[in-house]
């Protein structure tokens, strides 16, 4: 049978060592954006920045209104054009520079603050917030910081350009490369998502049901953040607190 995970505050645990060559998965949600001052759906209890999900972050809700969509995604824009990456995001750097390609971080956020901390290969899975896609041909996406606050955007189809993120209802990005890092990996840490969003929820819990394709042993699997997940049965351990604060200790680099 599987234990029910430890649930306690992060300073109750110890860091965890970590090895060269070890392969580590690492997942991030809006919580690790938090201390950035970039809000997460669930302080606003389902909302994300006063807007209800089903008009701002659904295909349905571009067809409906592609100005306010627009507008809502163009302010996002603006934002992240202010804030910066914190600990958080600095000690995940910092795990790659040691762990090099065996680090794997898949992020659901579309905020670009893993990169400007330093981070490399980075897979958005939800998408990107400074990138824009067209709606109707298979054009490459492309890097785009514009904010297009009155009229939205159209492609040299004719179709209307949306912003490259992933919305409830589509497909997440890179799910083949995230299935094979997931089932080879040793360690497992998600970090500041609430285990409500699928399939990203369930990640954690393939790890712990299934031993690694590579070594045959179960990874650990790691939960930090302000509260217990959603998914909370699918860690060894939830380590409470902040992101911010937890994520500078939460490794300890050995040789
Ligand atoms: P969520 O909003 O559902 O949950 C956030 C979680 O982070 C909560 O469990 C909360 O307790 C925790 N948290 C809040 N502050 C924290 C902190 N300082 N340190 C650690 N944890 C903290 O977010 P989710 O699970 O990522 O799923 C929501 C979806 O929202 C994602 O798909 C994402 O695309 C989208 N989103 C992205 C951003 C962003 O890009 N920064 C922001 C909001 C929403």
Known sequence: MIPLPRVAPG??????P????????????????????IRTFRDAGGLW???????????EGFLRNPPLVWR???????????????????????????????????????DPLHERAGARGVLHMHGELLRTRCSGCDRPSFEDDRAYLDRPPRCECGALLRPDVVWFGEIPKGMDQIGAAVASCDLFVTVGSSGAVYPAAGLASHVRNFPSVRTGRFARTIYVGLERPENAHSFDECRLGKAGELLPDLFKLEG
């Open 11 to 16: 300073v109750a645990f110890s860091p965890i």
């Open 72 to 110: 809502f995604y163009s302010e996002r824009r603006q934002q992240a054009g202010l804030v910066s990456p914190n600990p958080a995001h600095h000690a995940i750097a910092r795990l790659g520079d040691f762990l090099g390609e065996d680090l794997f971080v898949c992020t659901q956020n579309v």
């Open 49 to 59: 920045e006063q807007h209800r999900i089903e008009d701002v972050a659904t295909p």
């Open 18 to 37: 970590i090895r060269r060559g070890m392969r580590v998965f690492v997942l991030t949600g809006a919580g690790i954006s938090a201390e950035s001052g």
